[in-house]
């Protein structure tokens, strides 16, 4: 029976996920041959994630928690494919989009319009997807006349407004979000947020790391919170918010 | 059976039924960029929107730095150096080989630093990254057509009557230059994200590009100077035939007097697109080698 077990199906796998950095000591051709020679190490490792399991089903809202360096930005950037597992199984079912570090493939001599265009694309969109959403991105980023500037005389929250409105108007599945719900003013934060309960009511699935602990109890339901790159809690978000309290560093 | 297992309850999902889901990061290299074409039509939109950003003349450089070019080596190599007495029509014999190592130099610098160039996406966003490589080589094309055109041009007024066999040659020189820049350039650029020293290499390449393929002089002297194997080597470079074929496309049939050519110029063509085809394959296969760690390493 296809149907129900599509509807079953998670959105993402992730098992057994470990993830080493290499930190290089080495930077050119002549240092990496004189290291060799005395057969010093030419680089270190870090395990930035271990033993990670994790599901994430269709439709679910997963707030993921931990502090600084514990490693929520790698594990995002291993479901986004940016990064890939040193071992263990990543997979994703649908369209991932990731609000991470908006307007990363902005260029400053070029127009708004242009801007939303590349960006559009970037992000995995076809022309006639961008051509049928252009209005309604540039109409909530509130950009007005200023499309057809070019970027750099745009004042930050501009472009900030347009570069999540691109993300947020892409069509996806799975949407990544990492620490950029801060973005704008109030009144611009508030539709942002009221954008994000609308794709978490139309079943999309999220997966959210953000610093604002009132809001990640708001949108989801279910918390992770990782430590020194392991998992050591999740469940219900609340409990899970209780249990980043009472863990230290 | 998957069925068996979720009535089970072994498994809260079902275990491996997994055709439907991809691994995150894993293309096919080049061929992605087939159905990328629309992404790399903008990112060549913006390489040749943002290029002259800023400056009066604007476009009008692409002509000037040719021109002068093409002046400082006419004089030295020509009126200083008498270079002109053995050659006919020197100056554009100069010319059509200049345009050929430019758009070889400009596609292979260019992508080597490609991938540095477009950190920023290559840390956040997963895109096929050869796309970045790739769009180089597609601006500095573009970049070539304004040379391409003055060579015709001047060609045209001193009386070149174009043959179907010229533009096949031609097309074939600029698919050459074209193949080795990407295969190279892919090569050179993937490691350069962790070796810096790839891309002062890749300077130092370029600078020999000009001397190593008969561009400021006929292949006739090498040939009269250098053993054998040596001379088969340099006709087996395919920048050679590159310029080689420029040159019987473009400077053989506007002379009036006779000239030699180098012997079996189609099959050094023909060797000149398999070592390309060769590169682009090894630079293909480093590149995916070493793509996993652009994103941490940059
Ligand atoms: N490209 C990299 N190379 C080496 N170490 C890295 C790299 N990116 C992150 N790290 C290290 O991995 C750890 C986890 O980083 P990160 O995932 O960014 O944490 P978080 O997002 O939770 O603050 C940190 O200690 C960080 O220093
Ligand atoms: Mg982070």
Redesign the pocket.
């Known amino acids: 029976m296809p149907k129900t077990s599509e509807a079953e199906a998670p959105r993402i796998i992730i098992e057994g996920v470990r993830k080493t ?1 290499r ?1 290089r000591h080495t930077h050119s051709f002549k240092e990496t041959f004189v290291a060799w020679l005395r057969k010093k190490q030419t680089a270190s490792t ?1 395990e ?1 994630l271990e033993g990670l399991d994790i599901t994430v089903g269709e439709g679910e809202a997963v707030g993921l928690l ?1 502090y ?7 594990l995002l950037k291993l479901v986004s494919g940016v990064l890939r597992p040193d071992a263990g199984t990543v997979l994703t079912r649908g369209r991932v989009a990731g609000l991470i570090e908006v307007g990363a493939g902005f260029h400053p001599d070029l127009s708004g319009r242009e801007n939303v265009y590349l960006n559009a694309a970037i992000l995995g969109m076809s022309k006639e997807e961008i051509d049928a959403k252009f209005d309604e991105i540039v109409e909530f980023s509130e950009i007005g006349e200023f499309i057809d500037t070019e970027v750099k005389h745009y004042s930050s929250g501009m472009f900030v407004r347009l570069a999540f409105s691109v993300a947020i108007h892409t069509q996806f599945d799975i949407l990544l979000v990492d620490e950029v719900l801060a973005v704008g003013d109030a009144p611009f934060r508030e539709k942002c947020n009221a954008k994000i309960h609308e794709l978490v009511a139309s079943d999309k699935t999220l997966f959210i ?1 953000s610093h604002d602990l009132g809001m990640i109890s708001e949108i989801c339901d279910r918390g992770i919170v990782i430590k020194r790159g392991r998992k050591i809690f999740d469940g219900p978000v609340d409990e899970a918010i209780a249990a980043l309290k009472a863990s230290k560093r | 059976m998957p069925e068996a297992f979720r009535i089970d309850g072994m498994s809260q999902y079902g275990l491996p039924d997994r055709s439907a889901f991809a691994v995150p990061g894993v293309g096919r290299g080049v061929l992605d960029v087939f159905s990328y074409r629309y992404l790399l039509r903008l990112l060549v939109r913006k390489g040749i929107l943002t290029r002259y950003h800023g400056s009066v003349l604007g476009w009008a450089w692409s002509y000037v730095k040719p021109a002068a070019q093409f002046l400082i080596y006419y004089l030295v190599m020509g009126v200083f150096l008498n270079l002109n007495r053995g050659i006919d029509a020197f100056p554009v014999y100069l010319f059509s080989g200049i345009v050929v190592v430019n758009l070889f130099n400009e596609a292979f610098g260019n992508a080597t630093k490609s991938i540095v160039n477009n950190k920023a996406l290559v840390k956040k966003i997963y895109l096929p990254r050869e796309l970045f490589p790739i769009a180089d080589v597609f601006i500095a094309f573009v970049h070539f057509l304004p040379q391409l055109s003055i060579l015709i041009v001047v060609c045209l007024v001193v009386g070149w009557v174009p043959t179907v066999l010229h533009l096949a040659g031609a097309l074939l020189a600029m698919l050459i230059v074209l193949l080795l820049a990407t295969g190279l350039g892919m090569l050179f650029g993937s490691v350069n994200v962790s070796f810096r020293d790839s891309q002062n290499l890749v300077e130092l390449i370029l600078l020999f590009a000009t001397w190593t393929s008969p561009v400021l002089y006929s292949f006739t002297m090498v040939r009269d100077k250098v053993p054998t194997w040596l001379f088969d080597l340099y006709m087996a470079n395919p920048l050679t035939a590159a310029v080689e074929l420029f040159h019987s496309a473009f400077w053989y049939p506007t002379i009036a007097g006779p000239a030699e050519r180098p012997e079996n110029l189609w099959g050094l063509a023909g060797l000149a697109l398999a070592i390309s085809i060769v590169t682009l394959l090894v630079g293909q296969f480093v590149f995916r080698r070493l793509e996993g760690r652009f994103a ?1 390493d940059l």
């Open positions: 950095y930190l870090f930035a931990g600084n360096g514990s490693g929520k930005s790698t790391v | 941490q």
